[in-house]
């Protein structure tokens, strides 16, 4: 089984304004563990630095500071190709994932040639049909030689999970894959990604700005605004006790069945009086500082 063990993840990128460059920083010390059989939720606004993390994680990006280390059972490092194959994505728009001039099957025999998982061509497509089949898209005769545009959006998310797993992953970063999709074939989606968590015993981390698929599908829950980690915890006891004022502020706006008509909280937050330089951790029960060294972080006194 593959971990992946992220440490102080700080990025910076350098805005030009004519002869004048500033920098942004848009990860800040951020630190997360990802285990196989457990799904981490990374939950934040747009712009908080959630696709950040996930393009450094898949090695789209190079981080700043920090160190993103991935490691089998026995303590030997994943790197190079290994790593490549063993850590995948799932994007958030499957309608721009996929290629529309080639086939479905086209789509997920690429990974398994480029990676070495196949060697001849009825070996890969007997393989695709497979994997297709493991997302439930039946009959998979039908569906491998479709062109994208031929299926709906869900089915080319699944389709996008085929061709993430298909090279052997034990790492998958799911950047908002349901975001795009319709409310009612959500759920259905995320169950997927459930069951093939279970079966491979995969890390999953998952990004969304959505509370409840985040407590539905996730063991942990770390919020993320302005770049810092303000609140991280078990999923449930981040959702139902949340402690920081950003956080309460995400749940107050999450659709409550309860409260029909009500989605957003009721008294206006001034988002610039947000504070962010202090993080709660509901497993060690106490605030501590952000935006600096996890080793470094001291314990601070806050009222919530």
């Known amino acids: 089984m593959t971990s992946v063990h992220v440490t102080d993840l700080v990025k910076d990128y350098t805005i030009r304004n004519g002869l004048k460059r500033t920098r942004l920083r848009a990860v800040d010390h951020v630190s997360l563990e990802l285990t196989p059989g457990r799904t981490v939720a990374l939950v934040g606004e747009s712009g908080s630095g959630k696709s950040t993390i996930a393009k450094i994680l898949t090695r789209m990006e190079k981080p700043t500071a920090g160190t993103v280390a991935v490691e089998r059972d026995d303590g030997t490092t994943v790197d190079r190709s290994a790593y490549r194959r063993e850590v995948q994505m799932v994007f958030q728009d499957p309608f721009a994932s996929l290629n529309p001039f080639h086939s479905i099957e086209h789509h997920i025999a690429r990974p398994l040639r480029i990676h070495n ?3 001849k061509g009825e070996e890969t497509r007997e393989r695709v049909l497979e994997m297709l089949e493991r997302v439930n898209l039946t009959p998979a005769a039908n569906i491998a030689p479709r062109r994208p545009h031929e299926l709906s959006g869900g089915q080319r998310q699944r389709v996008a999970i085929a061709r993430a797993l298909a090279p052997g992953a034990k790492v998958l970063i799911a950047d908002e894959p349901v975001s795009m999709l319709d409310v009612s074939i959500r759920l259905g989606v995320l169950n997927l990604m459930g069951r093939l968590q279970r079966e491979d015993d995969l890390a999953v981390l998952y990004i969304t700005h959505d509370l409840a698929t985040a407590r539905h599908f996730s063991d942990e829950i770390t919020v993320l605004y302005r770049g810092r980690v303000v609140e991280r ?3 449930d006891a981040v959702i139902l006790d949340p402690h920081h004022e950003y956080t309460k502020l995400l749940a107050a706006a999450a ?3 309860e409260r029909p008509g009500r989605v957003t ?3 206006p937050v001034d988002r610039d009086a947000i504070d962010n330089s202090a993080c709660y951790d509901h497993f ?4 501590r500082e952000a935006g600096v060294p996890a080793a470094e972080a001291k314990a601070v006194t806050r009222a919530d």
Request: cysteine-free; charged content about 25%; overall charge negative.
């Open 233 to 235: 915890g078990p999923a």
């Open 284 to 287: 060690a029960g106490e605030w």
């Open 255 to 257: 659709p409550d069945p």
């Open 117 to 119: 998982r196949t060697a």
């Open 265 to 267: 909280a009721a008294d």
